[in-house]
């Protein structure tokens, strides 16, 4: 049954295990043509979170700020396509939250190693926040912590496992977030690392 974690957000746990070995095959296929990257904030600061893009559009962030690019600033070609199974998982796991015409446009996958964090942000970078954002976990568990609306709100913590899904839709689709720093672990599929896949309507 769907867990409600804040008003808009459902939690759908082990939603994406029936394809796990289908989606950690389409990253290996995503990252083989836009390899995983160490971004930079437009502050100058390193991001500890590796990541890539697949989709018509790539999140990307540098000195001249937060945005969605057509093209994979590394090598000037469109970003690989989404595969066929991260299209499946977002549109059928939207629809059961409520969003049934869901059709993501971007999909950024994050990889976090031991010790990459994510701190609070909001995910306003897309053109309509009426759209959702659907979250797929897959290996490490990660502690994650969502506020509300504004930074200065308490702060909830959520343990999200290999194979949850999560669709932040209505308020919480601008709600304050972040990721704690990953703990060490292994696991069976992933070895010692964490993904994150985030389906979006950017364009
Ligand atoms: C992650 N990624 O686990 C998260 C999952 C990102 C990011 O935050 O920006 O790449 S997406 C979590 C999310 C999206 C929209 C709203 C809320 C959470 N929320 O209300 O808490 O790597
Ligand atoms: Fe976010």
């Not at 996958?109 to 701190?119: E, L, T």
């Not at 290999?162 to 070895?191: A, C, F, N, Q």
Request: hydrophobic residues 40%; aromatic residues 10%.
């Amino acid at each position: 049954a769907p867990e409600h974690m804040a008003p808009g957000a459902v939690l759908l746990r082990g939603r994406a295990l029936a394809s796990d070995r289908d989606l950690l095959a389409g990253i290996a296929a995503v990252a083989a043509a836009a390899p995983f990257r160490h971004m930079h904030t437009p502050g100058g600061f390193e991001m500890s979170v590796a990541m890539t893009s697949c989709g018509e559009a790539g999140w990307v962030t540098d000195r001249r700020g937060y945005r969605y690019e057509r093209c994979d600033p590394a090598s000037g070609a469109p970003w690989p396509p989404m595969p066929g199974a991260f299209v499946a998982l977002a549109r059928a796991s939207a629809a059961e939250a409520g969003f049934p015409d869901f059709a993501p446009d971007a999909c950024l996958i994050n990889r976090y190693a031991p010790g990459a964090r994510m701190s609070l942000h909001q995910d306003k970078d897309e053109q309509d926040f009426s759209r959702p954002i659907v979250s797929v976990s897959l290996g490490l568990p990660c502690m994650f912590q969502f506020g509300g609306a504004n930074r200065s709100d308490p702060v909830k913590k959520y343990e999200l496992r290999h194979g949850d899904v999560v669709v932040w839709g209505g308020p919480s689709r601008l709600y304050y977030h972040g990721v704690l720093r990953l703990k060490d672990g292994e696991h069976p599929l992933t070895g010692g690392l964490r993904y994150n896949l985030t389906f979006r309507g950017a364009l």
